[in-house]
RNA sequence: GGGCGGUUAGCUCAGUUGGUAGAGCGCGUCAUUGACGUUGACGAUGUCAGAGGUUCGAAUCCUCUACCGCCCACCA
C-alpha cells in the first residue's frame, strides 16, 4: 500500500499535483481525449461555455459555485464517454471596468480620464484587466475546473472582435441596428448612456408638490423639470375635466412668467393618481416622450449631460438640480402657485456602477429593434421557416415556448416570456472607452452642415481614409467614438468562442452548446440576448439547457456584500476545506434555482467527509492486498445482494446526473459512501476479513474493492481531487480516474 | 401595479412521478487504544404556515388566507 497513504490526508499537499497531471494530460481537450483513445471518435459531443467572469475583479463564492456546478456537469460527461468541451474565457465588463479604473486613476493621482487620453487610459485598463484576468484563472484551477485552456477566449480580443463587427454590420445591413433620437437613460456621472437592465432603483423620499398651472392643480416630484412645460395632459374620459377640449390653448402664470398651454387628452392618464392632471417634459421621461410621440408634439430639452439646467430655465439657468429644486419651489411659493406639499416615497434610477441618478434624454444613439420585421433565410430552427417574417423578439419567444431551448427549473420560462414581451428597443451604444468600438465611419459633405452627413459601416474603415489619421476637416471618414454595450460582444458568446464568423470545425461539432449554466440573476442580461444573437446571426438555438443556479447567501441567508461584512473569500475557503470540501458544501441541498446558504459549519462537515473518504479507502486498501482485478462471481449470497443494491444505487446516480439534480446525487452518494459503505458494510466486513482464508474472507475483499472503486468514480465529479489521488495508489491503477468510465449496469 | 417563489426538527435546508417525513450542524446517553475522535452505536425533537377540496391515501395536486422574499414596471 502506498505510504501516503498511511498519512492523513492533507489536500494542500495534493490538490496542486493533481491538477498539474491532468493538465499534462491534455484531456481537458477533447481532441486530444479521441486521439489518445480514452473517448470514442463516434461519441456524441457535450459543450458548454463558462460564463466568463468580468476582469473587474477577483472570483468571489458566488462564482465558486457556479464553476462546482459546471465542473460537475463536465466532468460527468467527460466520464459518460462524450467528446466534452468547457470553453473558458474572460469577459472585458465595458462599463464595470472603465468605472473601476477610473476611480483608481482618481484615487492615485487624483487624475480622470481625459487628462490620461484616450489611448493611455485603455492602457491603464487593459493592465488592470490583465491582472484581474491571471488571479481568476488561478482561482479556476484550484477549483479543479477541468477547462480547455487551449480554447480560452476574452470578449474583446481580436477574434471576438472581427464576430462583433460582423454582427453589428449584419444588423445594420438588415436595418435591425438603427441610430436614432430617442429617449435613453443617460448617466450624468458615468457620462454615458445605459442600459434598462444597468438600472438599479432606489427608494427616495421626497416631496410631491400641488402646483396651480392655470386652472389646473398637477402633481409633481420634479419640479425642476417643469420649465418647458407648455402640454398639459389629462384621460379624455375624467368628467372633472370635460369642458376642456383636446388641442384647446390656455394661457396661465407660470415659473418665469406667462405661457400659453395646450390641452391633451391621453388615455394613459391615470385618473385615480393626484388630480388627474399632469404635464410632460417630452425630453425627459419615457412616458412623457411617449406621450408626445402619439400626438405630435415639440419636445424641448431642459436638463443638459451634466445634469445642470439649461438657458431655457431662465434666472435658474447652469444650477444643479437639486440646488434648482428648492430655489424653484421658493419662487413659485411667493408667487402663490405652490399649494400642497407631501411627503412621497418614490423609485429613483440610479446607475448600478457609478451610482449617479440617471437623467432620461433625448440623444442620437444607436438601438437594436427587436419589432422590426425581417424575412428569416435560416431553415434550421424547428418552429421558423425559412422566408417567414420575424422579429428578434419573435425568435426569443419562439425558441423557449416551443422547448427548444429548455430552462431548468422550469418557472424561470414564465419570466423569460414575460420579459420578453415586455421589451423594448435594445440601446447599445455606450460613451465610454472600453470596449468594442461602432464600426461606423461619418463623413460631413458640409462642414457647417451635421446634417449632410455620409455614414459607412464595415468591418473594415472606409478605404479612401489613412485609419490613423485622427483629423476631422471636412471630407475625412472619422469612427464614431462609442463602443458597445458590453453584452452585445457577450451575447455571441457560444459561437464567438467557436471561431465564428470563421467556418470552424468546432463550430460544427460543438454549437449549438449543449447546456449553459448561469446564475438566474442574469437570464435577462445574458440569457436572452444569446438566444436572440444566436438564432438571429447563424440560426440556431444557442444552447439546448439553460440550467440556472441562485445567489449564495450567508447562513442567515443574507446576501454576500462587502457592506455586511460577510464576504468569504473562496481561495481562503480552499485553503481551509480544501476544493473538494468547497465543492460539496456549496452543491448538497441546494437544487436549481435555488439559494446556497454557505457557513463555515457546512464546509467543515464535508472537510470531514473527505477525510473519511481517505481513511476507509486506507481501510480497505490495507486488507484486500494486491487486487488486481474483479471476480464478482465469487461473491457469497450477502455480498451479492449488496452488490446488487449498490447496482441500484448507481442507476439511481446516474439518473439524477442526467437529470442536472445533482444536489440530490450529491448528498445519495455521500449517505452511501458514510453510513451504508462505511458504517455498515465495512464494519460488517471486519468480522468475516478476521477469519482465517475461506470463501467469505475473498468475496468480501472483492466486494470491497469493489465498491470502493465505483464510488471514487461516482465521487469523481462532485470531489476531483481526492477521488484522483486515491485512485493512483490502487495496487492496480492506471490512467487517470478524470477519463474513466461512468459506472454502468 | 404586474409576475414568480418560499413557509418541513433548535439552526440551515432536502424531499424527482401523491404511499403515514429526511440530511448536516446542534443536543442527550453510551462505546472505543486495531481505517478514521475530522469516530461509532443508540436516542430525543416536527398536528410538513392556516383553512377547505380532490383521492383508498397529500408535505407533494387544486382553491382561498396569512406572513416572508425576489424580479419586473413609464403612477406623474
Given at each position: 500500500?502506498?505510504?501516503?497513504?498511511?498519512?492523513?490526508?492533507?489536500?494542500?499537499e495534493h490538490?496542486?499535483s493533481i491538477?498539474?497531471?491532468?493538465?499534462?494530460s491534455?484531456?481537458?481537450?477533447?481532441?486530444?481525449?479521441?486521439?489518445?483513445?480514452?473517448?470514442?471518435?463516434?461519441?456524441?459531443?457535450?459543450?458548454i461555455?463558462?460564463p466568463?467572469?468580468?476582469?473587474t475583479g477577483t472570483?468571489?463564492?458566488g462564482s465558486?459555485?457556479?464553476?462546482?456546478?459546471?465542473d460537475?456537469i463536465?466532468?460527468?460527461?467527460?466520464?459518460?464517454?462524450k467528446?466534452?468541451?468547457?470553453?473558458?474565457?474572460?469577459?472585458?465588463?465595458?462599463?464595470?471596468?472603465?468605472?473601476?479604473?477610473?476611480?483608481?486613476?482618481?484615487?492615485e493621482?487624483?487624475?480622470?480620464r481625459?487628462d490620461?487620453?484616450?489611448?493611455?487610459?485603455?492602457?491603464r485598463?487593459?493592465?488592470?484587466?490583465?491582472?484581474?484576468?491571471?488571479?481568476?484563472?488561478?482561482q479556476?484551477?484550484?477549483?479543479?475546473c477541468?477547462?480547455?485552456?487551449s480554447?480560452?477566449?476574452?470578449?474583446?480580443?481580436?477574434?471576438?472582435?472581427?464576430?462583433?463587427?460582423?454582427?453589428f454590420?449584419?444588423?445594420?445591413d438588415?436595418?435591425?441596428?438603427?441610430?436614432g433620437?430617442?429617449?435613453?437613460?443617460?448617466?450624468?456621472?458615468?457620462?454615458?448612456?445605459?442600459?434598462?437592465?444597468?438600472?438599479v432603483?432606489?427608494?427616495?423620499?421626497?416631496k410631491?408638490?400641488?402646483?396651480?398651472?392655470?386652472?389646473?392643480?398637477?402633481?409633481?416630484?420634479?419640479?425642476?423639470?417643469?420649465?418647458?412645460?407648455?402640454?398639459?395632459?389629462?384621460h379624455?374620459?375624467?368628467?372633472?375635466?370635460?369642458?376642456?377640449?383636446?388641442?384647446?390653448k390656455?394661457?396661465?402664470?407660470?415659473?418665469?412668467?406667462?405661457?400659453?398651454a395646450?390641452?391633451?387628452?391621453?388615455e394613459?392618464?391615470?385618473?385615480?393618481?393626484?388630480?388627474?392632471?399632469?404635464?410632460?417634459?417630452?425630453?425627459?421621461?419615457?412616458?412623457?416622450?411617449e406621450?408626445?410621440e402619439?400626438h405630435?408634439?415639440?419636445?424641448?430639452?431642459?436638463i443638459?449631460?451634466?445634469?445642470?439646467?439649461?438657458p431655457?430655465?431662465?434666472?435658474?439657468s447652469?444650477?444643479?438640480?437639486?440646488?434648482?429644486?428648492?430655489?424653484?419651489?421658493?419662487?413659485?411659493?411667493?408667487?402663490?402657485?405652490?399649494?400642497?406639499e407631501?411627503?412621497?416615497?418614490n423609485?429613483?434610477?440610479?446607475?448600478?456602477?457609478?451610482?449617479?441618478?440617471?437623467e432620461?434624454?433625448?440623444?442620437?444613439?444607436?438601438f437594436?429593434?427587436?419589432?422590426?420585421?425581417?424575412?428569416?433565410?435560416?431553415?434550421?430552427?424547428?418552429?421558423i421557416?425559412?422566408?417567414?417574417?420575424?422579429?428578434?423578439?419573435?425568435?426569443?419567444?419562439?425558441?423557449?415556448?416551443?422547448?427548444?431551448?429548455?430552462?431548468?427549473?422550469?418557472r424561470?420560462e414564465?419570466?423569460?416570456?414575460?420579459?420578453?414581451?415586455?421589451l423594448?428597443d435594445?440601446?447599445?451604444?455606450?460613451?465610454i472607452w472600453?470596449g468594442?468600438?461602432i464600426?461606423?465611419?461619418?463623413?460631413?459633405?458640409?462642414?457647417?452642415?451635421?446634417?449632410?452627413?455620409?455614414?459607412?459601416?464595415?468591418?473594415e474603415?472606409?478605404k479612401?481614409?489613412?485609419?490613423?489619421?485622427?483629423?476631422?476637416?471636412?471630407?475625412?471618414?472619422?469612427?464614431?467614438?462609442?463602443?458597445?454595450?458590453?453584452?452585445?460582444s457577450?451575447?455571441?458568446?457560444t459561437?464567438?468562442?467557436?471561431g465564428?464568423?470563421?467556418?470552424?470545425e468546432?463550430?460544427?461539432?460543438?454549437?449549438?452548446t449543449?447546456?449553459?449554466?448561469?446564475?438566474?440573476?442574469?437570464?435577462?442580461?445574458w440569457?436572452?440576448?444569446?438566444?436572440?444573437?444566436?438564432?438571429?446571426t447563424?440560426?440556431?438555438?444557442?444552447?439546448?439547457?439553460?440550467?440556472?443556479?441562485?445567489?449564495?447567501r450567508?447562513?442567515?441567508?443574507?446576501?454576500?456584500?462587502k457592506?455586511?461584512?460577510?464576504?468569504?473569500?473562496?481561495?481562503?475557503?480552499?485553503?481551509?476545506?480544501s476544493?473538494?470540501g468547497?465543492?460539496?458544501?456549496?452543491?448538497v441541498?441546494?437544487?436549481?434555482g435555488?439559494?446556497?446558504?454557505?457557513?463555515?459549519?457546512?464546509?467543515?462537515?464535508?472537510k470531514?467527509?473527505?477525510n473519511?473518504?481517505?481513511?476507509?479507502?486506507?481501510?480497505v486498501?490495507?486488507?484486500?492486498?494486491?487486487?488486481?482485478?474483479?471476480?464478482?462471481?465469487?461473491?457469497?449470497?450477502?455480498?451479492?445482494?449488496?452488490l446488487?443494491?449498490?447496482?441500484?444505487?448507481?442507476s439511481?446516480?446516474t439518473?439524477?446526473?442526467?437529470?442536472?439534480?445533482?444536489?440530490?446525487?450529491a448528498?445519495?452518494?455521500y449517505?452511501?459512501f458514510?453510513?451504508?459503505?462505511?458504517?455498515?458494510?465495512i464494519?460488517?466486513?471486519?468480522?468475516t476479513?478476521?477469519?482465517?482464508?475461506?470463501?467469505?474472507?475473498?468475496?468480501?475483499?472483492q466486494?470491497?474493492?469493489?465498491?470502493?472503486?465505483?464510488?471514487l468514480k461516482?465521487l469523481?465529479?462532485?470531489m476531483?481531487?481526492?477521488?484522483?489521488?486515491?485512485?493512483?495508489?490502487?495496487?492496480?491503477?492506471?490512467?487517470l480516474?478524470?477519463v474513466?468510465?461512468?459506472?454502468?449496469?
Open positions: 500500500m502506498s505510504e501516503e497513504l498511511k498519512k492523513p490526508y492533507n489536500p494542500t490538490e496542486e491538477y498539474r497531471k491532468w493538465e499534462e491534455g484531456f481537458f481537450n477533447p481532441d486530444v481525449c479521441v486521439e489518445k483513445g480514452v473517448t470514442d471518435k463516434n461519441a456524441d459531443y457535450f459543450s461555455v463558462l466568463p467572469p468580468n476582469v472570483l468571489h463564492m465558486a459555485f457556479m464553476l462546482a456546478i459546471e460537475v463536465v466532468r460527468f460527461n467527460r466520464m459518460w464517454g467528446k466534452t468541451l468547457w470553453i473558458p474565457g474572460t469577459d472585458h465588463a465595458a462599463i464595470a471596468t472603465q468605472s473601476k479604473v477610473e476611480k483608481l486613476i482618481q484615487k493621482g487624483g487624475k480622470n481625459h490620461l487620453g484616450r489611448e493611455e487610459f485603455l492602457k485598463v487593459e493592465k488592470f484587466a490583465k491582472e484581474n484576468h491571471d488571479i481568476i484563472i488561478h479556476m484551477k484550484k477549483m479543479g477541468s477547462l480547455d485552456w480554447r480560452e477566449a476574452f470578449t474583446l480580443d481580436e477574434k471576438r472582435n472581427l464576430a462583433v463587427k460582423t454582427v454590420k449584419k444588423m445594420y438588415d436595418g435591425i441596428i438603427y441610430r433620437h430617442r429617449i435613453v437613460n443617460w448617466d450624468p456621472k458615468g457620462q454615458t448612456t445605459i442600459s434598462d437592465d444597468e438600472i432603483y432606489q427608494e427616495q423620499k421626497t410631491f408638490y400641488y402646483l396651480q398651472y392655470g386652472p389646473f392643480v398637477i402633481g409633481t416630484t420634479r419640479p425642476e423639470t417643469k420649465f418647458g412645460d407648455k402640454y398639459v395632459v389629462m379624455p374620459d375624467d368628467k372633472r375635466y370635460a369642458s376642456y377640449k383636446d388641442g384647446q390656455i394661457d396661465l402664470e407660470w415659473i418665469n412668467g406667462p405661457i400659453t395646450t390641452i391633451i387628452k391621453d394613459s392618464i391615470d385618473m385615480e393618481f393626484g388630480t388627474g392632471v399632469m404635464t410632460i417634459t417630452p425630453w425627459h421621461s419615457v412616458v412623457d416622450f406621450i408626445a402619439r405630435n408634439l415639440d419636445k424641448e430639452q431642459i443638459d449631460k451634466y445634469g445642470r439646467l439649461l431655457v430655465a431662465g434666472e435658474f447652469e444650477m444643479k438640480i437639486v440646488e434648482a429644486r428648492e430655489k424653484i419651489i421658493e419662487k413659485l411659493k411667493k408667487k402663490s402657485l405652490v399649494l400642497k407631501e411627503d412621497y416615497t423609485n429613483v434610477a440610479t446607475a448600478e456602477r457609478t451610482g449617479g441618478f440617471i432620461p434624454q433625448i440623444m442620437n444613439q444607436w437594436i429593434d427587436v419589432n422590426k420585421e425581417f424575412t428569416y433565410i435560416f431553415d434550421t430552427l424547428p418552429n421557416k425559412k422566408g417567414e417574417k420575424v422579429t428578434l423578439k419573435k425568435l426569443m419567444l419562439s425558441v423557449v415556448e416551443n422547448k427548444n431551448v429548455n430552462i431548468i427549473p422550469d424561470f414564465k419570466e423569460y416570456t414575460h420579459w420578453i414581451e415586455n423594448r435594445w440601446c447599445i451604444s455606450r460613451q472600453y468594442h468600438r464600426p461606423v465611419w461619418y463623413r460631413s459633405t458640409n462642414t457647417h452642415n451635421r446634417s449632410n452627413e455620409e455614414i459607412y459601416c464595415g468591418i474603415a472606409p479612401e481614409i489613412d485609419p490613423d489619421s485622427v483629423k476631422t476637416t471636412a471630407g475625412e471618414w472619422v469612427q464614431d467614438g462609442d463602443t458597445l454595450d458590453t453584452w452585445f457577450s451575447g455571441l458568446w459561437f464567438s468562442t467557436l465564428w464568423p470563421e467556418k470552424t468546432d463550430l460544427k461539432n460543438y454549437h449549438p449543449t447546456v449553459l449554466e448561469t446564475g438566474y440573476d442574469i437570464l435577462f442580461f440569457v436572452a440576448r444569446m438566444i436572440l444573437m444566436s438564432t438571429y447563424i440560426g440556431q438555438i444557442p444552447f439546448t439547457y439553460v440550467y440556472l443556479h441562485g445567489m449564495v450567508d447562513n442567515q441567508g443574507r446576501k454576500i456584500s457592506s455586511l461584512g460577510n464576504n468569504i473569500d473562496p481561495l481562503e475557503m480552499l485553503a481551509k476545506y476544493a473538494d468547497v465543492r460539496m458544501a456549496l452543491l441541498g441546494t437544487g436549481p435555488g439559494d446556497s446558504k454557505i457557513s463555515e459549519e457546512k464546509l467543515k462537515a464535508y470531514h467527509f473527505a473519511k473518504i481517505w481513511n476507509a479507502s486506507r481501510f486498501l490495507e486488507n484486500v492486498g494486491n487486487m488486481s482485478r474483479f471476480n464478482l462471481d465469487i461473491l457469497v449470497e450477502k455480498d451479492k445482494e449488496i446488487k443494491e449498490f447496482k441500484d444505487f448507481t439511481d446516480i439518473a439524477d446526473m442526467e437529470n442536472y439534480r445533482f444536489h440530490l446525487a448528498e445519495k452518494i449517505h452511501y458514510w453510513h451504508t459503505f462505511a458504517d455498515i458494510i464494519e460488517d466486513c471486519k468480522k476479513l478476521r477469519q482465517t482464508q475461506d470463501k467469505e474472507v475473498e468475496s468480501a475483499k466486494l470491497l474493492y469493489y465498491l470502493l472503486t465505483e464510488q461516482l469523481h465529479p462532485f476531483p481531487f481526492i477521488t484522483e489521488k486515491i485512485w493512483s495508489m490502487l495496487p492496480d491503477s492506471k490512467g480516474l478524470m474513466e468510465k461512468w459506472p454502468t449496469n
